[in-house]
């Protein structure tokens, strides 16, 4: 705004400037006229009248010079004001300017911040979801661990489905071994062995191979490990006469378990003929839930001798009801027939009162002595 000020001003200062030369060119021209005069050898009267011409020229250029002047001020006053003018409203319009801007960056800026507290929310999650999957892998790297976990999630399945009386963790066997989970069906004294320790390293292994050799290697360790644990678990707890002729054996996780049913069906068959049956998370609910439905039915086969005599009795009981309801109809029977006779009765000795009420007798006679 000052250097439009300034701009503006320019031109006043310029006219003043053109004004105060042209009054140097006339004087020096007035000037120059009175010395060619002089030269001339004027006496006193053309003298006098040079100085009077050159004093008329003097006042009529201070008179011009008075009204450029005043001329020059009214304009840069004109100037002025409209420049006031203009910049008043430059300034007003900059100012809207100004606050309608500071109004968009402030909603800008809350937006922003909005969406910063969203990603730092996203970045927390994202942060504990990678210190879970770090203690997971921890979990999953570590044997002692591993076989937790594996335990965990079989032992939560179990709860889940099966009373308190139906299984049991850590049993001690007769042989001295200890199984992860024995389950009691019921009629049956053996107990059902659930084995939750699963050989992961391999499958780790497998899965991080990079080439063909080594996926090839992983898959023969994998492979190796896998029967293995079929031998071990067949050889523990299936020779023993408290426990059944099938065991189960827990893999803690779906793809692991989708892992063996597709790369590893010849050691899927090997542990159908040891009678060690493979089940994932989902099998194994499904099982248990299958054995809530068999322990379901047992009881109720327990009960249904209770159950029939408490039926026989309510069938004596309605027998004897059906008698008793027999009987009372027969005595409402007996009652109806004797209101009969009473109301057929009473029928009779009215009519006869009436008949009695119609018969005319003549008046008694006088005595004698009267």
């Known amino acids: 705004m000052d250097r439009l000020a300034a701009s503006l001003n320019a031109p006043a200062g310029a006219s003043a400037q053109i004004l105060l030369g042209l009054g140097l060119a006339v004087f020096v021209f007035a000037l120059i006229a009175l ?8 006496g006193p009267r053309r003298l006098e009248q040079g100085l009077s011409a050159l004093a008329r020229q003097n006042a009529e250029l201070s008179g011009r010079m008075r009204a450029l002047a005043e001329s020059v001020d009214q304009r840069q006053s004109d100037l002025a004001r409209f420049v006031a003018a203009r910049l008043d409203a430059v300034g007003s319009r900059v100012g809207a300017d100004v606050e309608a801007s500071g109004r968009a960056s402030e909603q800008q800026l809350a937006m922003l911040n909005e969406r910063l507290a969203v ?29 937790a976990f594996g335990q965990g999630r079989m032992e939560a399945i179990v709860r889940d489905a099966l009373p308190a009386s139906a299984y049991a ?23 059902l062995v659930v084995d939750a320790k699963f050989p992961l390293e391999a499958f780790n292994a497998l899965k991080a191979a990079g080439d063909a050799e080594a996926r090839r290697h992983a898959a023969a360790r994998a492979r190796s490990d896998l029967g293995k644990h079929v031998r071990d678990i067949a050889e523990r707890y299936l020779p ?52 809530q439905a068999i322990a379901r039915d047992a009881r109720v086969r327990e009960e249904a001798q209770a159950i029939q005599s408490e039926t026989r009795r309510l069938v004596e009981d309605l027998a004897r009801l059906r008698d008793g309801a027999r009987r009372l109809d027969a005595h409402f029977n007996a ?5 009969a006779q009473i109301l057929s009765g009473a029928e009779r000795a009215a009519r006869a009162g009436e008949r009695i009420d119609e018969l005319e007798f003549p008046p008694p006679a006088l005595k004698a002595a009267e």
Do not use: W
């Open 335 to 339: 009652a109806r027939q004797d209101l």
């Open 169 to 191: 963790f850590q049993h001690r066997l007769s042989n001295g071994t200890r199984p992860d989970c024995v389950i009691r069906l019921p009629g049956d004294p053996r107990l």
């Open 35 to 42: 010395l060619r005069f002089f030269r001339r050898g004027p």
């Open 240 to 291: 023993c006469e408290e426990t059944q002729d099938l065991a189960l054996m827990f893999v803690p996780s779906e793809s692991l378990y989708a892992d063996i049913a597709e790369h590893f069906e010849d050691v899927t068959q090997k542990a159908h003929r040891h009678r060690v049956l493979i089940v994932s998370p989902t099998l194994l609910a499904m099982a248990m839930q299958l054995m």
């Open 119 to 147: 990603i730092d929310a996203a970045q927390a999650r994202l942060t504990r979801l990678s210190q879970e999957v770090v203690g997971l892998k921890e979990i999953l790297g570590n044997k002692q661990a591993r076989g």
